[in-house]
């Protein structure tokens, strides 16, 4: 069965500083899609990003990174200068095919706290 | 403005009374779905729905119901909630079901059941 590991439970940086958070996923799937989402604590869900397997390119948006490697099966994501406002809980997911459609797996979650 | 709407947000219940939470959206997507986040565990899929009179469980059904009489409507039903349904609810939908297009996830339902 497919499923989604973020191993780190929470994370505490200071502003300023680089974290990433890592995601480990397991699939049977020739084809997939990665995601990540962001939780603050207002309690919304926030898309972040959606990476397929066919494409191993790295992504970088502003602050945000994500490093996808189908070697290790890892798509870790990085926030360099964090900010307080980045304080969240950030979830990586993993499309499931099913026989009609997909479906998200989710990791258990990464929180993120940033001290000023 | 294109939107996932849940109603309630926040909901006191107790053992055993039926209750509904609803779900709707106004982007004509065909695919929706609804998940529960417990701490430790992430999001599971509840059920889904690929289009209107489709419906499928997912990984928790147990205790749940769900209908999709409209495209933009797609209720979950707890017949008789239990303390172990206390959880925060999301509901989901995006285009079509058939390539995993970004999900747009509506606000969330904290339900706690006494």
């Known amino acids: 069965a497919q499923k989604v590991t973020q191993a780190q439970t929470e994370i505490s940086v200071v502003e300023k500083e680089d974290v990433t958070l890592d995601c480990v996923y397991e699939?049977?799937?020739?084809?997939?899609?990665l995601f990540w989402y962001k939780q603050p604590p207002s309690g919304e869900l926030v898309f972040l990003i959606r990476r397929n397997s066919f494409d191993e390119q790295n992504e970088i948006s502003g602050r945000y990174s994500w490093n996808f490697q189908k070697s290790t099966s890892s798509f870790n994501f990085t926030i360099t200068a964090s900010q307080v406002v980045d304080s969240a809980v950030y979830f990586c997911a993993l499309s499931e095919a099913l026989e009609y459609g997909n479906k998200l797996v989710f990791g258990a979650g990464t929180i993120l706290r940033v001290k000023s | 403005e294109a939107q996932v709407t849940q109603n309630p947000r926040y909901l006191i219940t107790v053992t055993g009374k039926k209750l509904t939470v609803t779900c709707s959206q106004n982007m004509n997507h065909e695919y929706m779905s609804w998940y529960r986040q417990d701490p430790g565990l992430g999001l599971r899929q509840i059920y889904y729905s690929m289009n209107v009179e489709v419906t499928d469980k997912g990984d928790v059904p147990e205790g749940y119901k769900v209908s999709r009489k409209e495209k933009r409507n797609f209720p979950l039903i707890l017949e008789s909630p239990s303390p172990n349904q206390t959880s925060l609810y999301f509901c989901?939908?995006?285009?079509?079901?058939?390539?995993?297009?970004?999900?747009?996830f509506g606000p969330g339902t904290r339900l706690t059941v006494t």
């Open positions: 699939t049977r799937d020739t084809t997939y899609y």
């Open positions: 989901a939908s995006s285009p079509q079901g058939g390539l995993p297009y970004e999900q747009y």
